[in-house]
């Protein structure tokens, strides 16, 4: 799927190139090299499994809090959770991987989404646009990672908790899926706020960027954009513990795991 | 056998409309119960969320999908075979089929309209599915097939050559019955018996015929393909589910016809009308299609057990032998009795319409059950990365109240339908080619003209929802450009409406004399037309 002749970004690139002096005021942006992939590397060296990530998400995220009764079972609302495997070999503890959206570039929920709800953005995030969601679930069922849910009821905050609503962020009604974002809303402030002291984002900016990325006390994640070269996560990512959740089905994912080396 | 078809100088034998009878009345009202009760747990469901059904998140061990998408597309199976048969008949001449035709092709429409009312129950906003398909729906996704193809191209392809077919009837109709003609001569739309007539809905319904088939097989597929093509659901992977598709609709909407054909011939006393040959007709498609499909489940099992991928393993022993397998072996036994009972009658040469009615009512269950275990298994067990221990997915009542309410739809309509129009269609002579003055220069010039536009909308439509158009934009450029592409597909087939009911020149239509309000004209162009039709026989 990679190799399938150009793509309409660098015919725009190429041409911008031979168009020379001429072209570059107005299309700098396509002739700067590729675009930015925001991409996440989570060290399960650091990762203490403490799940401060997965409270972070919640409460930047306006995702609703879990309800307790049979019928709300299996229906939890999560962008970011922990997904335990065995550890390989006698003897080793558990392993808990921080689990958000795995943000792949062949996304297959992309595809299965019969009204343009869920897209990538030019800077490699799989969105969702909650207004457009009709609530069919394709996405659900074609998402190999299960990182998507449906909103089953009207989501609820009792008491004072809807005092902790974040004002950045939309609540979304019932009946439409929803996931994580990368925190795109912090992505975009940052972006901003970097535009007005006129400079661009720089990877100091964006490596503690995500909610989950600043919460975590070990500092295991970690953001940032892949394609640039000089960035962290670009150079955690050619680490030799690297791996990719469920690589085979080449979904092409932007987060990249590296493996836990000690035992513990 | 059947009986001969009337000689052709003869008017055409006008079948009676059925008196109103208490079980006619009875299964109504259970018809409309079921709608009732239907569109209550609608209601509820509406109101509370999808909390009241049993679906859960697939990463947490639940199925996002469950009875709704199962039901979609065992309705839209059920549909597949009564247009073709009716479509097989037209073809290749069975004459032994056509009584059961106008059947076949209603349990389409209504099957067709249940399974839109499946998808519209699994939606989690229905409403916004309905403003926003028309105008985003993406044909890379298998859905927009289901949204465009099924329900505009194919639901209304039959719809047209439903109409077209029972326009002699209509007419027919029209002459004899005591109240609410308006709509029979609606329904004829200016068909005045001529053999002109005759000869142009002979040539339609044979182009119309032949255009409906790749159409189903197309639409038939897409619905495969919706589980097919997605490489992160083990056990939905293969090639091999869209034409299990096709073939499993086939299974079901044979015994589906079965089924209706049977009770409306008891429910009306249809016995000299619809004879036993027709169904032992069918009989013998659902133990050929019953067993094409065992083949396949060999197959498909087969390669999902022998050396496959670990996933994939799982969740075929959890389907043979873990939780799903009563589902899974009352499937497989049914499926086998639908094959079995129809080919021993086949043999034996027998008729046994109780025997014929069991076999399509399994091959029902089976199809139903087959759905279920494509649908949630692969979702419980068949996920790559779960958080939670799979669960089974049981649905809950107010699911099951909605299907029931579906089950409802397609009776109240069938029911209501063969009251008030004659069910068994009239066996008139063969036509031929229409003469070239029976065409007509401007029939064909219209045909043309509604053909092109058609295709012209079809061509913008589609390319358009393919966002080829839209540069970087991630939206199509026109607004409504999937609708765009569905009317043209409704106005390809409405050509062959053009063209049939294009008003004649030189005699007034009988439709246009009787809009004016005169009765004993209309009598009269009835009269002068089957006069006209004695006189061009005799050469």
């Not at chain 2, 309509?413 to 229409?434: C, D, E, K, M, Q």
Request: proline residues 7%; hydrophobic residues 45%.
């Amino acid at each position: 799927m990679k190799e399938k002749g150009p793509t309409r970004r660098s015919l725009l690139g190429g041409a911008a190139a031979a168009a020379g002096a001429a072209a570059l005021g107005a299309s700098s942006s396509a002739a700067a090299g590729p675009a930015r992939r925001w991409g996440m590397v989570i060290d399960l060296d650091r990762c203490t499994a403490c799940g401060a990530c997965t409270v972070a998400c919640r409460q930047e995220n306006n995702v609703p809090p879990s309800r307790p009764g049979p019928e709300h079972g299996g229906r939890e609302i999560e962008w970011m959770s922990l997904l335990w495997q065995e550890a390989e070999g006698a003897g080793g503890l558990p392993i808990a991987l921080p689990f958000p959206c795995q943000h792949c570039a062949e996304a297959p929920c992309v595809k299965a989404c019969p009204v343009g709800a869920t897209l990538k953005s030019a800077e490699g995030i799989t969105l969702q646009i909650w207004e457009r969601c009709i609530g069919c679930r394709y996405c659900m069922v074609a998402c190999p990672y299960g990182r998507r849910s449906f909103n089953w009821e009207e989501p609820r905050w009792d008491g004072t908790l809807v005092q902790l609503l974040n004002p950045d962020v939309a609540t979304r009604p019932a009946g439409v899926v929803e996931k994580c974002t990368f925190c795109h809303h912090r992505i975009r402030d940052a972006k901003q706020r970097a535009a007005l002291e006129g400079r661009a984002l720089a990877d100091e900016d964006a490596r503690r960027l995500p909610a989950c990325a600043a919460a975590c006390p070990a500092e295991a994640i970690v953001f940032g954009d892949l394609n640039d070269p000089e960035s962290r996560v670009a150079q955690l990512a050619r680490d030799s513990r690297r791996f990719r959740l469920l690589e085979h089905l080449g979904t092409d994912p932007s987060v990249i795991y590296l493996k836990r080396d000690r035992r513990s | 056998m059947l009986p001969r078809p009337p000689p052709p100088s003869a008017p055409p034998a006008t079948q009676p409309l059925p008196a109103t009878s208490i079980a006619w009345l009875a299964s109504l009202a259970c018809a409309a119960g079921a709608i009732a009760f239907g569109l209550y747990c609608f209601a509820l469901q509406t109101r509370s969320g999808f909390v009241v059904t049993g679906l859960g998140n697939p990463g947490q061990g639940g199925g996002a999908w469950g009875l709704y998408i199962a039901f979609d597309v065992f309705f839209v199976g059920v549909s597949f075979a009564g247009i073709t048969i009716a479509a097989l008949c037209r073809l290749f001449d069975i004459a032994a089929l056509r009584p059961v035709t106008r059947l076949a092709e209603l349990l389409t429409i209504t099957a067709l309209v249940a399974g839109a009312c499946a998808v519209m129950s699994d939606l989690g906003r229905p409403l916004h599915g309905l403003l926003e398909l028309p105008n985003f729906a993406n044909p890379r996704s298998p859905f927009f097939g289901t949204f465009t193809l099924v329900v505009a191209g194919y639901l209304f392809a039959s719809v047209v050559y439903f109409f077209l077919a029972a326009r002699e009837d209509a007419a027919a109709t029209a002459r004899t019955a005591s109240q609410g003609r308006w709509f029979y001569r609606l329904w004829a739309s200016g068909w005045r018996d001529a053999p002109s007539d005759h000869r142009r809905h002979h040539q339609v319904s044979f182009w119309l015929a032949l255009g409906i088939l790749p159409l189903l097989v197309t639409a038939h597929s897409t619905l495969g393909f919706i589980f097919g093509i997605q490489s992160g659901r083990p056990g939905w992977y293969s090639a091999l589910q869209a034409p299990a598709f096709v073939v499993m609709a086939g299974v079901s909407g044979t015994g589906g016809v079965i089924l209706v054909t049977l009770a409306v011939r008891r429910l009306l006393r249809l016995h000299d009308r619809i004879p036993d040959a027709s169904i032992r007709w069918l009989g013998n498609f659902l133990w050929v299609l019953s067993l094409v499909y065992l083949y396949f489940m060999v197959v498909e099992e087969l390669t999902a057990t022998y050396a496959a991928p670990a996933a994939d393993r799982r969740v075929a022993h959890e389907i043979v032998t873990g939780a799903f397998a009563p589902l899974f072996w009352t499937a497989v036994l049914s499926l086998f009795l639908a094959f079995a009972i129809p080919f021993s009658l086949y043999l034996r040469k027998r008729t046994s319409m109780a025997a014929v009615g069991l076999a399509a009512l399994l091959a029902n269950v089976a199809a139903v059950l087959k759905r279920l275990l494509i649908v949630v298994p692969s979702q419980t067990h068949g996920t790559l990365a779960q958080v939670d221990p799979p669960s089974r997915y049981a649905p809950s009542w107010i699911e099951l109240g909605i299907v029931l309410g579906m089950f409802g739809v397609v009776a109240f309509a069938i029911l209501l339908f063969v009251r008030i129009f004659p069910v068994v269609p009239t066996a008139h002579p063969p036509g031929g080619s229409p003469t070239r003055a029976e065409r007509g220069w401007m029939r064909i010039a219209a045909t043309t003209l509604t053909a092109l536009v058609a295709l012209a909308l079809i061509t913008i439509g589609i390319t358009d929802s393919f966002r080829l158009w839209s540069g970087e934009e991630t939206d199509p450029r026109l607004p409504y450009s999937p609708a765009i592409f569905a009317a043209g597909v409704m106005m390809l087939f409405s050509s062959a409406i053009v063209y049939e009911a294009f008003p004649a020149r030189g005699k007034p239509p009988v439709a246009q004399v009787i809009r004016a309000g005169h009765r004993r004209v209309y009598a009269r162009a009835q009269f002068r037309s089957s006069r006209d039709l004695r006189n061009r026989r005799q050469p």
